[in-house]
């Protein structure tokens, strides 16, 4: 999953009340209540459903599905107004949107004097439960002369926030690229490290940002990359060779995700596949249909959402910027939503 890590270093950790699922309230709205409803590019929306939802197993789904792929993206207002209801789904937490992207790296197959931070596949014995520390993963030899390196790139800050964001992209010297997917990881907690700058007193609250921790972990080499040790976690890849590269990453859905019209959701509140209408305020307010296709270790609440910006740098400092409050509605089929209701509804 692409959503496994990211956006743990801006949120911290998560309240008691959303780590055990608190109980949720769900109000039915009408599509008149959803802010910017008429001026979305519906049609767009609908292409994006229609990615997910042949891998949808409820009846009321799966017959969705059938309906859906009948309609042209002309008519596909239409659509969800017809076969679907808005759901506000709250539970005492405030809204929060981030956002997260897919990672580009410079890397090559071997390793040279350039590229020599490596890209690691999981090892057999790190899959029974808790294993090395990335401190010992990283400073011993038990990874050494077993073929478990898929790539080597030049960064190992940004092999760090590769990690964190669970997949990417590796250009390689002679102009073509290998994806990376989430393989699994060393079984230790996430600890952040945006969190830990904060408790020195090195960043306020408010500076904390992907681009910040690079710009302070680059300009103090030594205690940038004991600082990175803070975090015991160690994530592990496979490389992920079937997905096009004009395509974007696999979420929980095992899926490509689409720039701005894919969400990491909650699925305790948001079913997989569903389509969730955000209004996004802040600097830049957005109104839009997007659909819930990954998750995330640090997505958790019903009101609480990762919107995917793209891949590449552009696409990263514009995620990493992103921590903004609104709210967020799923749209569920008609019979489904009122069978969440009370009694009295």
């Given at each position: 999953?692409?959503?496994t890590?990211?956006s743990?270093?801006?949120v911290?950790?998560?309240?008691a009340a959303?780590?055990?699922?608190?109980?949720?309230t769900?109000?039915?709205?009408?599509?008149?209540?959803?802010q910017?409803?008429?001026?979305?590019?519906?049609?767009?929306?609908?292409?994006?459903?229609?990615n997910?939802?042949?891998?949808?197993k409820?009846?009321?789904?799966?017959?969705?599905?059938?309906?859906?792929?009948?309609?042209?993206t002309?008519?596909a207002?239409?659509?969800?107004?017809?076969?679907?209801?808005?759901?506000?789904?709250?539970?005492?937490?405030?809204?929060?949107?981030?956002?997260?992207?897919e990672?580009?790296?410079?890397?090559?197959?071997?390793?040279?004097?350039?590229?020599?931070?490596?890209?690691?596949?999981?090892?057999?014995?790190a899959?029974?439960?808790?294993?090395?520390?990335?401190?010992?993963?990283?400073?011993?030899?038990?990874?050494?002369?077993r073929?478990?390196?898929i790539?080597?790139?030049?960064?190992?800050?940004?092999l760090?926030?590769?990690?964190?964001?669970g997949?990417?992209?590796?250009?390689?010297p002679?102009?073509?690229?290998?994806?990376?997917?989430?393989?699994g990881a060393?079984?230790?907690p996430y600890?952040?490290?945006?969190?830990?700058l904060?408790r020195?007193?090195?960043?306020?609250?408010?500076?904390?940002?992907?681009?910040?921790?690079r710009?302070?972990?680059?300009k103090n080499?030594?205690?940038?990359a004991e600082?990175?040790?803070?975090?015991?976690?160690?994530?592990?890849?496979?490389?992920?060779?079937?997905?096009?590269?004009?395509?974007?990453?696999?979420?929980?859905?095992?899926?490509?995700?689409?720039?701005?019209?894919?969400?990491?959701?909650?699925?305790?509140?948001?079913?997989?596949?569903?389509?969730?209408?955000?209004?996004?305020?802040?600097?830049?307010p957005?109104?839009?249909l997007?659909?819930?296709?990954?998750?995330?270790?640090a997505?958790?609440?019903a009101?609480?959402?990762?919107?995917?910006?793209?891949?590449?740098?552009e696409?990263?400092?514009?995620?990493?910027?992103l921590?903004?409050p609104g709210?967020?509605?799923?749209l569920?089929?008609?019979?489904?939503?009122?069978?969440?209701?009370?009694?009295?509804?």
């Amino acid at each position: 999953m692409i959503a496994t890590l990211r956006s743990l270093f801006l949120v911290g950790v998560m309240t008691a009340a959303s780590a055990a699922g608190a109980e949720a309230t769900r109000s039915i709205l009408s599509f008149d209540d959803l802010q910017g409803w008429a001026d979305d590019d519906h049609g767009a929306a609908l292409s994006v459903f229609l990615n997910t939802c042949g891998d949808l197993k409820d009846p009321d789904w799966r017959a969705l599905c059938a309906v859906a792929e009948t309609y042209d993206t002309d008519a596909a207002k239409a659509f969800f107004e017809l076969f679907f209801r808005p759901v506000l789904v709250e539970d005492g937490e405030e809204a929060l949107f981030t956002g997260y992207f897919e990672p580009e790296l410079d890397g090559a197959r071997r390793r040279t004097d350039r590229f020599k931070y490596p890209i690691y596949k999981m090892p057999p014995e790190a899959r029974d439960g808790p294993w090395l520390s990335r401190r010992e993963i990283l400073t011993g030899d038990v990874m050494q002369g077993r073929g478990l390196e898929i790539a080597w790139v030049d960064d190992p800050v940004e092999l760090f926030f590769l990690q964190i964001q669970g997949s990417g992209r590796v250009r390689l010297p002679d102009g073509g690229a290998l994806r990376v997917g989430y393989g699994g990881a060393n079984g230790h907690p996430y600890r952040s490290i945006g969190v830990e700058l904060v408790r020195r007193g090195v960043l306020g609250a408010h500076e904390v940002s992907a681009q910040m921790i690079r710009a302070w972990v680059r300009k103090n080499p030594e205690s940038g990359a004991e600082l990175l040790f803070h975090n015991p976690s160690y994530v592990f890849f496979r490389e992920v060779s079937r997905v096009a590269p004009e395509l974007g990453p696999l979420g929980a859905m095992n899926r490509s995700i689409t720039t701005m019209r894919s969400i990491a959701a909650d699925p305790t509140y948001t079913p997989l596949g569903a389509p969730v209408w955000v209004e996004k305020d802040g600097k830049n307010p957005m109104r839009r249909l997007m659909i819930a296709q990954d998750t995330g270790a640090a997505i958790k609440g019903a009101q609480r959402a990762d919107i995917f910006f793209g891949t590449g740098d552009e696409a990263g400092q514009a995620a990493g910027r992103l921590k903004d409050p609104g709210r967020m509605v799923v749209l569920l089929p008609i019979q489904r939503a009122y069978a969440l209701l009370p009694d009295e509804f």
